[in-house]
Structure formats: structure tokens, C-alpha cells
């Protein structure tokens, strides 16, 4: 920043602590698709930003500690007071969110999607049942929603037997199901199907099926702040809201 106002580093650190934090829309009022997600600096500083994937362009964000659905909705509110009306969200799938934009077609990243299902079964399970739907996931982005309705279906129907077998643990007695695991991943898919094709659905809106524009230029923006390790806190907001303004590709 020095080099680019051609000024000394003390003037910028100056400009920074005296520029007031607040959230931006870059655009005029208009209809807007949006990817959301948050990304984490350290333990307690993260960054929420709606993102217009197609314009590549950044029209909110929020400093915040964590992620919550409260954030989200403050960020929708926002652009919804400033003229905006958002045809479509993109999401990680993290509970609670989803709610906040309901009634607005809503897609599920699908590669959060099959790191969801990564971590139930792990890259490569070594159960039939578990490779029979982990099968299923890899098709996920060449499917669609009735053909991956019933590969899942058929799976189901196969293996729902396994799926209700129960253990009793040897010291309180109580029953659980044995293959938990396996169970949370379909239900994760179950769960997320009717959101998983929605950009199938509105072909004209161009939603992208992952949060993929996001995630990208998260990993930029970490890139530029590594740089400059040992910042404060403070004055590390400061910069990222500076390279947010400046840069949205």
C-alpha cells in the first residue's frame, strides 16, 4: 500500500486506523445472486462475505468472531434495505444457515458435500456398503436430482438391514446403531438432496453448484495477510477491509 499511494508505511498505518469499518455494496441496486460462507484468520477472527459469482464482485462482509445466523441475516437485510433482492444463495451447508434465506432457491455446495461424506467414510472405505454409496457421491456433479434420488434409493433398499443392526454397549446395555457413521453420511445426503441441484432448476439465474468462486478468493486473501505476520489484531481487520475494497477478481 505504501509503494502504491507512494507514501511511508507509518502513513498507511495511519489511513488504515483512521478508515471506518463498514459493510460495502459495490453495485447498483439489482437482482443478485449470492455465494456466503465464512473464513477464519485464528480463533476468534473470521471474515463473512457475500459474493456475486458471476460478476465477481464482493457486495457485503462482516468482520465477525463466529460464524453464526445471525451474521447471515444481517448481511441479507442489508442488501435487501439497500435495493437488492438476492434470486439465489449458495451455501456450505452449515445448520442454521439455510433458514435464513428461506423462500430463496438455495444450493448446497456440492464439494462441501463430499467432504461431508469424506469424513463419515474416509477416501477410501474399506465396507462394500460403504464404497456402494461413496460410488453414488463421486457422480454427484454429473448427476441430477431424480437420477441421484434413485442410485440412492437402490442403495438404500439394499442395504437397510445393515443399516438398523444394533450393538449394546457392555457396560450400560443400552443399544446403539452399529454403523453410525455410515448412517449420519446418508442421512447428510437425504438431508441436503432437495438443495443439492438447485442450479438445474433456474439455468437462467447461472448459479454455480460450489462455493468454489468464494473458497478461491479466500485463499488469495489469506495469501496477502500471511505476509504480514504480526499485526494486531486491530490493525490486521484494517487491512483486509482495504484489500476487499480493492480487490474483487
Excluded at 447471515?72 to 452449515?94: M, P, Q
Excluded at 438445474?200 to 486473501?221: A, C, M
Aim: charge should be positive; charged fraction near 25%.
Amino acid at each position: 500500500m505504501a509503494q502504491r499511494y507512494g507514501r511511508s508505511k507509518k502513513w498507511v498505518q495511519i489511513r488504515l486506523d483512521e478508515n471506518k469499518i463498514e459493510p460495502v455494496v459495490r453495485l447498483n441496486p439489482k437482482e443478485l445472486v449470492i455465494v456466503a460462507d465464512t473464513t477464519f484468520f485464528s480463533y476468534e477472527s473470521g471474515l463473512l462475505v457475500f459474493r456475486e459469482p458471476n460478476l465477481k464482485k464482493n457486495v457485503w462482509w462482516e468482520v465477525v468472531q463466529s460464524e453464526k445466523a445471525d451474521n447471515y441475516l444481517f448481511g441479507k437485510n442489508h442488501l435487501e434495505k439497500n435495493g437488492f433482492k438476492i434470486a439465489a444463495v449458495v451455501l456450505d451447508g452449515r445448520p442454521g444457515i439455510r433458514e435464513v434465506f428461506s423462500g430463496i432457491p438455495a444450493q448446497m455446495c456440492q464439494f462441501h458435500q463430499k467432504q461431508i461424506i469424506k469424513r463419515y467414510l474416509t477416501s477410501r472405505p474399506k465396507l462394500e456398503v460403504s464404497q456402494g454409496l461413496k460410488a453414488i457421491v463421486d457422480t454427484l456433479s454429473a448427476s441430477n436430482e431424480l437420477d441421484f434420488a434413485r442410485e440412492l434409493n437402490r442403495w438404500l433398499e439394499k442395504w437397510q438391514d445393515f443399516l438398523k443392526q444394533k450393538t449394546a454397549d457392555q457396560n450400560t446395555g443400552r443399544w446403539f446403531y452399529t454403523h453410525k457413521r455410515l448412517r449420519s453420511a446418508y442421512r447428510s445426503l437425504k438431508t441436503n438432496l432437495p438443495y443439492l441441484f438447485t442450479y438445474q432448476k433456474y439455468p437462467e439465474l447461472h448459479i454455480p453448484n460450489t462455493t468454489n468462486s468464494l473458497d478461491g478468493f479466500f485463499n488469495r486473501l489469506k495469501s496477502l495477510i500471511y505476509v504480514h505476520r504480526g499485526l494486531s489484531v486491530h490493525r490486521r481487520k484494517r487491512i483486509i477491509i482495504e484489500i476487499l475494497k480493492g480487490r474483487n477478481h
